[in-house]
């Protein structure tokens, strides 16, 4: 007889129950990692082996960032990614994953414009994308609230926004004076006002994003933010030497795959000059004697 399965109240068990795998992320359980001063370990992802990978390593949520826009689409900046792009990444993504939350980034221009257009690129990430939650750049509070109201869980960006570029005349980092500092604070408890399961605080002095992290109840999770962040979310190809062009100071490399693929590389073309591959072992064999000239038979 079939073994019984675990309740839940809708739908089927869950797979990862069935196959004892350690319990999914939920958008409650950041909160609860941060009461409980666990360290919430996230990294992007743009598809599915690289999801797989990242999964199994145990890490706890997945930014479909549209930093896919720099690292693999060999853009300048995040600006010129669209939605469907996000939607068809966070797609791979999804497939890939048992366990981390599933984050799609908002690429530029699709929050901007009303409450309402906000709200059906939200869906079509969390409903084409399978995305559990989305992330905005910004201060944009009426936007949070909007996503809230709508049973859309929302990340708010603050500190460096890549996505305005422009608008900053570069990369700038935030929160260097007291005023600005303060600035921040204030936004980030807005954030949490609002609704927000967490803050990305990028590109700010250590000792301003510790005490935000202090005094918010929400978690912050830190890229260039230092070490007093509740989690740390970093680029993949930062971390794994894929990034082509620098890599920013706040980003560890643990890894240098672009060497070792390079390296692969020339080896490969190494053996197809030589004849050294393929050989007899990738071959597959008749199912008759067949001799050379068999088309003369
Ligand atoms: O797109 C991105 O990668 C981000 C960072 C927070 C990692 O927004």
């Known amino acids: ?26 958008v409650p359980g950041l909160l609860q990692r941060k009461a409980k001063g666990q360290k919430i370990l996230c990294l992007t992802a743009y598809d599915y082996p690289t999801a797989r990978l990242i999964d199994e390593a145990g890490f706890d949520l997945i930014l479909v960032g549209d930093s896919m826009a720099n690292v693999v689409l060999g853009h300048a900046s995040t600006l010129k990614i669209s939605l469907d792009q996000i939607i068809s990444a966070t797609r791979a993504v999804k497939r890939a994953v048992d366990r981390p939350l599933v984050v799609a ?39 949070i609230d909007a996503l809230v109201e709508a049973d859309i869980p929302v990340i708010a960006h603050l500190g460096l926004l890549p996505q305005s570029i422009n608008a900053r005349g570069g990369f700038k980092i935030q929160g260097k004076t ?6 921040l604070l204030e936004d980030a408890l807005t954030a949490q006002e609002c609704g927000a399961t967490a803050v990305v605080l990028e590109g700010v002095p250590e000792v301003v994003a510790t005490r935000i992290s202090q005094r918010l109840i929400i978690p912050t999770i ?3 933010a230092g070490g007093g962040c509740d ?19 706040f980003a560890k490399r643990y890894a240098h795959l672009a060497d070792e693929i390079s390296n692969a590389l020339g080896k ?8 050294e591959f393929p050989t007899a072992e990738h071959c597959y064999p008749a199912s008759e004697e067949i001799p050379a000239d068999w088309d003369s038979l």
């Open 268 to 275: 490969l073309k190494d053996d197809l000059r030589s004849g």
């Open 1 to 26: 007889m079939d073994k019984p399965k675990s309740p839940t109240v809708y739908g089927p068990t869950s797979d990862a129950a069935e196959r004892q795998l350690p319990s999914k992320v939920t």
């Open 105 to 143: 980034d908002m690429p530029f221009g699709t929050y901007h414009v009303s409450n309402e257009v906000t709200i059906s690129n939200a869906l079509r990430l969390v409903r084409e994308g399978g995305a559990q939650a989305v992330k905005i750049e910004g201060p944009r509070f009426e936007r």
């Open 231 to 249: 989690g740390q979310i970093l680029v993949f190809h930062d971390v794994v030497g894929l990034t082509t062009g620098p890599v920013p100071k």
């Open 178 to 183: 007291i005023d600005a500092a303060k600035q």
């Open 222 to 224: 830190g890229i260039g």
